[in-house]
């Protein structure tokens, strides 16, 4: 689906300091989820919007959020007039910076709540009114347990990934947060899918009569991204097409994901060992490790990030050409979360999966169910065609040399170790 090719951000009637700002950070026109549900959302309506990871949704949610509350408050106390749940500190902090964007000529408050930062030094913010709160549902009920987050002029309340935030088993604490808000208020919900069984069930209890948008969601196909599988016999012949790709296209921006945190380093190390210059990302480093190994992937123009499916929902980074999957995922929407990191704002983008195991087969077969169309798998593009020829030769051929094989469990890269001969 592609943007109307009449919708203009200039339709809504929004205030002068958001429009300048949409302009300066290069938004003409909104995304498809963004035309879905701007309107309802500027007339009061809870609003229920599920499009795919890259299409908008922040936006989609945080500007007509920003036009209502530049209408000033009745009541001038301490207290946040919106709270934004992001299920992980990455991605609140995302939301975040973007937040801090579109309010950059406006009088608009926004603090953002996560584990990353000092609980006493988060009491000082609260003290004060606060228009927007981002924050983790975590250090929410830490400030709402010692007292410090006062509800009672909070407008609108946004469930931003809400099916993650399932999956990470955050439903009680969503609950908790819920009760502690006014019955009178506007919810949102966003997410990438609805597949997860708690999604509509929380909707329904704590919504009041929602809209539905269902907007270019994950079952169907991704017409911006090229998809490509590859058939490969075993961990070296994986490793060898990865850096095949990665040096024969070496003007791309890639991502690659792996299955665990001690092969991301692994990978890493023998990526460098091949001249490949590597960025690191996984859930063990520090904010600060993570922080600096985001602004230097997002610095570059040409690159790879190797990373765990913790990035599969914590990247942002609007330029990555191509996505690889090293290991295939488990679980099929992780899947198209992955992919979603490529092709970002209808951008074209590439994605490869390296297809070895059974238990890669396994997944693949899930990914063709969960979408719902055929998958076409490829051989190794660098393997040499077969000869048909007889060998004519006296005596037996010789056989073939052995290029090595790697100890232990070959899901992931531990241990990364060729046999000495």
Do not use: W
Not at 193 to 220: K, N
Not at 265 to 292: C, F, P, T, Y
């Amino acid at each position: 689906m592609t943007t109307s090719e009449t919708a203009n951000f200039k339709e809504y009637q929004l205030n002068r300091e958001l429009t300048r700002a949409l302009s300066i950070n290069g938004f003409r026109n909104p995304t498809p989820i963004q035309e879905a549900v701007i309107g309802d959302i500027l007339n009061g309506k809870d609003v229920i919007g599920c499009a795919r990871t890259g299409s908008g949704k922040s936006l989609a949610f945080m500007l007509p959020v920003a036009q209502r509350l530049l209408t000033p408050a009745e009541r001038n106390v301490r207290g946040p007039r919106c709270i934004i749940m992001s299920p992980t500190r990455e991605l609140a902090h995302q939301l975040f910076k973007k937040l801090k964007e579109l309010l950059t000529f406006t009088n608009l408050r926004c603090e953002l709540m996560t584990n990353a930062s000092d609980l006493k030094d988060q009491e000082k913010f609260l003290k004060k009114p606060v228009d927007f709160m981002i924050a983790t549902p975590g250090r929410l009920i830490d400030h709402t347990q010692n007292g410090t987050v006062n509800y009672s002029r909070l407008e609108v309340l946004i469930l931003d990934e809400a099916d993650r935030m399932l999956d990470m088993g955050f439903r009680d604490d969503l609950n908790y947060i819920i009760d502690q808000c006014p019955t009178e208020r506007q919810t949102l919900l966003f997410s990438a899918t609805l597949d997860h069984p708690e999604t509509l069930d929380i909707a329904r209890t704590v919504m009041s009569g929602p809209v539905e948008h269902i907007v270019d969601t994950v079952d169907q196909p991704l017409d911006n991204i090229k998809e490509h599988f590859y058939r490969l016999k075993g961990i070296i012949q994986k490793f060898d097409l990865l850096t095949h790709l990665i040096k024969t296209q070496e003007n791309l921006k890639n991502i690659v994901f792996i299955t665990s945190r001690a092969a991301v380093e692994q990978l890493a190390a023998r990526l460098n060992e091949q001249g490949i210059e590597v960025v690191s990302l996984h859930g063990k480093m520090s904010k600060i490790a993570r922080d600096d190994a985001m602004l230097k992937f997002k610095s570059l123009a040409k690159g790879t990030l190797v990373t765990t499916d913790l990035g599969a929902r914590g990247l942002d980074v609007l330029d990555v050409n191509r996505v690889i999957n090293f290991d295939m995922p488990t679980k099929p929407e992780d899947y198209v979360h992955r992919i979603g990191r490529t092709g970002r704002l209808e951008r074209k983008g590439v994605a490869v999966s390296f297809v070895s195991s059974g238990k890669d087969t396994e997944s693949l077969n899930a990914i063709r169910s969960y979408l719902d169309r055929t998958i076409h798998v490829e051989n190794d593009p660098t393997a040499p065609t077969k000869s048909k020829k007889p060998y004519r030769g006296k005596g037996k051929p010789a056989p073939k040399a052995k290029r090595g094989n790697f100890k232990g469990n070959t899901d992931g890269l531990a241990p990364f170790t060729r046999k000495k001969r």
